[in-house]
């Protein structure tokens, strides 16, 4: 099960035995006041510098996100696939549950995308299945429905099911929807997170498709949060998560470690790249810091 994406001159590859697929989470102005801020000022400056940073963190894809109350979504949405765009290769992640917007974004975007997302609501599948045919992108399918998330992962499976066999009956093929099994955070229910990891298993099992997870939900209200993410992110990925979405530059290490532990890694390559790659950039940190400015 290959889900293959692109931008104009990188494809992604998202499958079970080739390394975790990264999806950077930071363009998104839910509570970064500064970025909504320029966002509602039509500032695209800080969704550039944000591009870049991540994929030098090790960015594989990014999520665009531009949802600010107020602004015009159909509008901003396109004007930030063209500035990531420009900035950097990757392929992208466009991110909103507005449809208009999506496909304001699809329209200028070049390459095979990413939509995030559709869910088991008959709206948000008559509304979004549509675009991803048209488009023929892939999509993220959240495992909610019109009575919301549900806390067993019994329905969770059935929403997951039931949206891979709607895009199936539209033509769009199972190696084209990521299911995301939904993480609640540990500090309201420290069952929750378990939950999740069931349902994992069980997608993973019995529908066979490639799965993501926002995992830095997990730790919403506790303290040291990046330990709980990191920690988390090994134990989706052990249970079949191959393209999580997460703030690269504070979990790659861990990935790396995970993938490594897995058998993804052969002679620990990547592993060892990106230790040195951490050990360069604590050497020249010093230098820049003391550079005049």
Avoid: W
Wanted: net charge negative.
């Amino acid at each position: 099960m290959l889900t293959k994406l692109s931008s104009a001159t990188q494809e992604v590859i998202i499958g079970d035995e080739g390394p975790t697929v990264l999806i950077g989470e930071r363009i998104n102005p839910t509570g970064k006041k500064k970025m909504a801020a320029a966002l509602l000022e039509g500032d695209m400056e800080v969704v550039r510098r944000e591009a870049i940073a991540q994929v030098e963190a090790g960015a594989d894809m990014l999520d665009v996100n531009v949802g600010v109350a107020g602004l015009d979504q159909a509008v901003m949405l396109p004007q930030a696939v063209q500035m990531v765009m420009e900035a950097v290769d990757v392929p992208l992640c466009l991110d909103s549950n507005n449809p208009a917007a999506l496909a304001a974004g699809l329209k200028v975007y070049k390459g095979k995308a990413l939509i995030n997302s559709v869910t088991g609501e008959e709206r948000s599948l008559g509304a979004i299945l549509p675009l991803v045919k048209e488009y023929g992108t892939a999509v993220i399918a959240l495992t909610m429905d019109d009575e919301g998330i549900p806390t067993d992962v019994e329905k969770r499976v059935a929403i997951a099911r039931k949206i891979i066999e709607r895009a199936a009956s539209m033509g769009i093929p199972a190696e084209d929807v990521i299911v995301d099994c939904l993480t609640m955070t540990a500090a309201t229910d420290h069952l929750a997170p378990g939950t999740t990891l069931e349902a994992i298993r069980r997608v993973k099992a019995e529908l066979g498709v490639n799965l993501t997870v926002g995992a830095s939900n997990v730790s919403f209200g506790l303290p040291d949060r990046e330990v709980l993410n990191s920690v988390f992110l090994t134990l989706v990925i052990g249970a079949g998560v191959n393209c999580p979405i997460v703030d690269v530059a504070k979990v790659r290490p861990a990935v790396l470690a995970a993938d490594l532990l897995l058998g993804r890694d052969e002679y620990s390559a990547r592993y060892i790249r990106g230790f040195r790659q951490r050990q360069k950039a604590l050497e020249e940190a010093p230098q820049q810091a003391g550079a005049p400015g």
